[in-house]
Structure formats: C-alpha cells, structure tokens
C-alpha cells in the first residue's frame, strides 16, 4: 500500500506548483495579447499600403485666382501650403498654381468641382452666376467688417450654410484670408456728386457691381492680372482691387490718378479655399483636420498682415507718388446704400438659398452691430476725442 503520509505530505505543494504554472501561464498571455493590441493600434495608425508600416503620403494640386506669389492675396495659399506640409510632417503637399498656369483665373471653382486639381483659392463671389447666395461669403455693400465676417463664419452659422451652398457642386469651402475694410478704389477722374459716376465703366465685381450700374455706372468683372492694361488703355475708367498694399504692388498709382475711400462695397472681404469633396475624404482625419487647421491659420495671418501693412503703404503712395487720396462724397455714398437694398431684395426674391443665407447674415449682423456701437466704435472715437491728431 503507497504511504499515505507521504501523500499527504506533498500535496499542498504540488497544489502550489500547479496555481503557479496557471498564474504563469495567464500572465504570459495577457503579456502576448497586451503586445497584440498595441501592434494592432499602430498598425490602424498607419496606412498599409505602401507595406513596411510606413504612412501614405499625399500631393495635391491647388489653383488659384491670383498671379503666383503675388503679394497679400497671393501669398494665403502659399503659406496654407507651407503649413500643412509642416504640421502633416510632409505626408500631404500642395503644389500652388497661379492663375493661368493650369486654368485661367475664373476657372478655378469649376477645376476643383470637377477634380481636375485638389483645391483652389479665390473669392466666392467671383461665382456669384453659378451660385447667387456666395456674394454673402465674401463681402457684402455696407456688411460686417472683417472681425465680424470671422465670427459669423465660426461662431454664428455662416460657415455651415457655405458648406451647403457648395454641396452640390462637390466642393467644400473655408476661409481663406481676409482684407479688413478696402478702399472704395482707382479713378482717372474726379467723384464730386453721383452724377460723376454716369456712364463711368469700373471693374467691380459681386453684388457691388449690380449696385455701381444702378447707380449709373458700368461694373465689369476682370481678372487681377489684366486691370493695369485695362485701366492704362481706357478699356475701364476706374477699378477697385483691395487697399494700398496690394495696390501699390500692382502699381496702380502709374495709371490713375485719384484714390477713394471707404470700401462701401467691401468692408470685410473673406477669400476662400475650395477643397475637392474627394480630395478632402480620402485623407486620414488627421490630415483633414490639417487642412481645416492651416485654413484658419491662413484666414488670420492675411488679416494681420494687411493691418501691420496698409498703412506704409499708403503714405508712400500719397507722399513719394502723388496719388491724390479722396473720400466718396455723402450723396454718392447715400445713393450706393440705397442702390445696395434694391440689390439685396432682387437677390433674396431670386434664390431660395441666398434668402436662407440673408436671414442668418441679417441676424448676427443686428446683434453685432449693436454691441460694436458700445465697443469697437465707441473705443475708436474715444480714443479719437482724446489723441487728436496727438501721437500715443
């Protein structure tokens, strides 16, 4: 017969070893399966195309409106570009196109709604023929300055409803760069009443142009790139572009003689980058989250670089090439408000869309314009009773 006290003896140890070797062999496996999860997750965080773990990488091809390189206007898709190569640690470059280097300057919403290229960058209401409601987008007459055409987009609906204005044609649309308030624009003659502006051609684009020709006036829309050679041979008599920076560079103050101002027309233009549905979806989300990043980025940095530069520019225009620097007499003004509700019921009357956008735009513009009366503006004519012509 076996010992039994033997039996006994050793149990408990033999019980002991046998929890260890299944402690052990648990651990092992929660180890294994630990090292699973984690490859799995890296591999999700890659893109396994390319084989070897390594990410996919992007090109993408942007046109634009403006002369390559061009200062101001020009250089927003530059910089947008530079920025998401940089934060996308080059995984998605955009190659910049100027106009007429792929398609000409009003070709681009229809290249990037085709996907003859990945995005493009210009001003939504140079489309104002194939969708009515994109003048809001950029800058109405007598509208919201460049501080509220931001927080309208970004905080009040504006962007959603630019969204839906351009679903249809399989392009998504974000802010792009902006102007602040322009000037009212170059003129080979004098503006002393409204009678000056009959029969006076001007390049104007937008609703402003409906506006100028109600007015008396000839609106014309022309490219940036041929406005000198227009206004030097006569074809138009006056042209608005953006304000003393970009004018100066385009050299303007050759060909015409006297600059006017406010910016009724544009007080707070938005440019626009027009990305490719497609383009847009087939990257990761955090490429697109890239893209949607460098926009803002590029939105700000224009506004902030015209700020800093206007006003140089300006004084070399008066002082070294004697532009001759006018205000917009009070009737002419008058008569271009009036022209402007004229222009705006025809338009809201006209597209169901461009109504839908009027009463989001109409709404944030009354509530904005009220608080701005107790600060903006009342800081700005304070800090005016107070300085004078005083400096800081």
Known sequence: MPDTSVERRYTPLIILLLVAALVATIALWAVERAGAERGARQQHATDDAGGGGEQKHYQWKMVTT????????????????????????????????????????????????????????GAAYYWKGKVPSAVFFTSMPFGLNAQ???????????????????????????????TGVQMAGWFNREIN??????????????????????????????????????????????????GPYNDKAFGFQE????????????????????????????????????????????????????????????QSLVEEDGVQLRRLPDDVLLALWQGTQVAMKKLVDSD??????YESYRKFYKGVRNYHHISEQAYINARDEVFGDDEF
């Open 148 to 178: 509220e055409m931001n927080g309208w987009l970004h905080y009040g609906g504006g962007l959603e409803l630019w969204q839906e204005a351009y679903a249809p044609y399989n392009l998504v649309p974000m802010a792009g760069g902006s």
């Open 255 to 314: 060909v015409a003689k006297y600059y006017y101002y406010p910016g009724w027309h544009e007080p707070g233009s938005i440019l626009e980058f027009v990305v490719n549905k497609q383009s847009l979806e087939a990257l990761p989300p955090d490429l697109q989250a890239i893209v949607r990043t460098a926009s803002r980025a590029a939105n700000q940095d224009m506004l902030d670089e015209y700020t800093a530069r206007n006003n140089a520019a300006l």
């Open 352 to 357: 169901p869309m461009a109504a839908k956008v």
């Open 193 to 242: 009443s409204i009678d000056d502006l009959k029969g006076l051609k001007m390049r104007i684009p937008g609703l402003a142009g409906e506006v100028f020709a109600a007015a008396g006036g000839t609106a014309v829309t022309i490219p940036g790139g041929e406005l000198y050679t227009s206004i030097q041979t006569g074809v138009i008599d006056a042209l608005e572009w953006v």
């Open 66 to 121: 403006w002369p390559k390189n061009f200062p101001g206007l020009g250089m927003a898709a530059e910089n947008f570009a530079k920025q998401v190569e940089l934060m996308s640690d080059g995984r998605l470059k955009v190659h910049v196109y100027g106009a007429g280097e792929l398609v000409p300057a009003m070709e681009v919403f229809d290249a990037v709604s085709q996907g003859v290229v990945d995005a493009g960058h």
